[in-house]
Structure formats: C-alpha cells, structure tokens
C-alpha cells in the first residue's frame, strides 16, 4: 500500500509533464469548442446525461440526434477525438512505464535485495525462488514484464477502451481472464504469488528471518 500510494504519486506527476508537453488539454478545448457549435447551431446541449436524455420529447430527440451525428460525421471532430485518444494512450503507457522503471526497478536496484520503499521500511525483500539473490535481468523482468505489462497496462488500457466507448467483448473477457487468474494465485497458492512473481519465479521474504544467498554454489555450500 505505501509503494502504490508513491508510484501513483510519480505516475500521476510523470502524466502531467507528458500532458502538458502533448497539449493535450488544447485539443480537449477543441473538441469542447466543436461540440458548442453544433449545440448552438441546432439548439440542443450535446452534454447531456443518460437520464436527461430519457427526459427529451421525441421531437427533441430527433433534433438531439440530428446534431450528434453532425457532430461525429465532422473530420476535425473526428480527427480531434482520435489524437486524444492516440495521446491518452501514449501518456498513460509511458508515465507508468517510467514510474515502475524508476520505483520498481532502479530503487531495488540501488538498495539491493529488490527492496522499494515500502520493503525497505518493513525489512522486507525479493528473491529467487531458491533463495538466490535477485539478478538484475530477472528484476527488470518482474518490473516490466510482470508488474507493468500484464499486471498493470492490460487492466488500463481497457479502462481507457471503456473511457473513450471502444469496449468490446474481447476486451471484457481479457479484462475478467485477468482478475481471475490473479485472485486464484493469490488464494489459492500456499506464498499467494502474484503473477508478477509467478514470471520470474520469484518470493517476497522477511529480512530478518530469510538467508539470500549469492549464488546457488553459496547456498550449496
């Protein structure tokens, strides 16, 4: 919980400097401004609620959805909405891929012993699971392969999918196939290993109790 809470502070810090340089927020002005238009130009709000739409005459209605439709059929709609989209992607993907490559991965690589802040303030580390110490290649796997590939950007990107309406029942199932597979290793496993650590075939240990050995000749001997 204490590691979520700082990565998600640097992701959302990382996000931000990546929004600003993009400009992404003038192309959300834009599109605000082109829906405006056409709302003024057929009378209707185009920001409307599921709820308020209930509430529309049928003659509303037909207006309402004549403007939509113009709206969506114009190409600098069209084109504002997909560079959002193409931004909102690129943004998330690299404000958490720099997050867990410097949280996750160039931390426990300083400390040793695949220690974050949070491991180093309960005396906690990672190993492999033959209580070898944690190669560098095998962390860097953990981090990005495990934690930020299949443990965290699949679940976002359908969350950006649901977002910008682009949600299909490939992307529900994956979603779904997901958590499952999590929970049934967490629950059902005796060291409740997580995929991440499934990957790279390693355990999180108590310090003060578990010997990390060098080499598997170290432990050998």
């Known amino acids: 919980l204490f590691d979520s809470i700082i990565l998600f502070t640097v992701i959302v810090g990382m ?29 209707v709000d185009l920001d409307i609620t599921a709820e308020e739409m209930k509430e529309l005459s049928e003659e509303e209605r037909k207006v309402y959805e004549a403007a939509d439709q113009a709206f969506a059929a114009d190409p600098d709609v069209v084109y504002t909405y997909n560079m959002m989209l193409s931004m909102a992607v690129v943004i998330v993907t690299f404000s958490i891929l720099l997050g867990f490559l410097l949280m996750e991965f160039l931390v426990p690589l300083l400390w040793g012993n695949g220690q974050t802040f949070g491991k180093k303030l309960f005396g906690i580390g990672v190993m492999r699971a033959d209580s070898v110490r944690l190669p560098t290649i095998l962390l860097f796997a953990r981090t990005v392969l495990g934690k930020f590939t299949i443990g965290t950007m699949i679940p976002v990107y359908v969350v950006i999918m649901i977002v910008f309406g682009r949600l299909g029942l490939f992307g529900t199932v994956v979603i779904g196939g997901l958590f499952l597979v999590q929970a049934i290793l967490f629950f059902g496993t005796h060291e409740h ?20 050995f060098d080499s598997p000749e170290a432990l050998l001997e």
């Open 193 to 212: 290993t997580p995929i991440h650590d499934k990957l790279a075939g390693t355990v999180t240990v108590d310090l003060g109790s578990q010997l990390i």
């Open 15 to 43: 996000a931000l400097l990546l929004s600003t340089v993009f400009n992404y927020d003038g192309y959300v002005i834009r599109l605000n401004e082109l829906e405006q238009k056409y709302g003024e130009e057929f009378g």
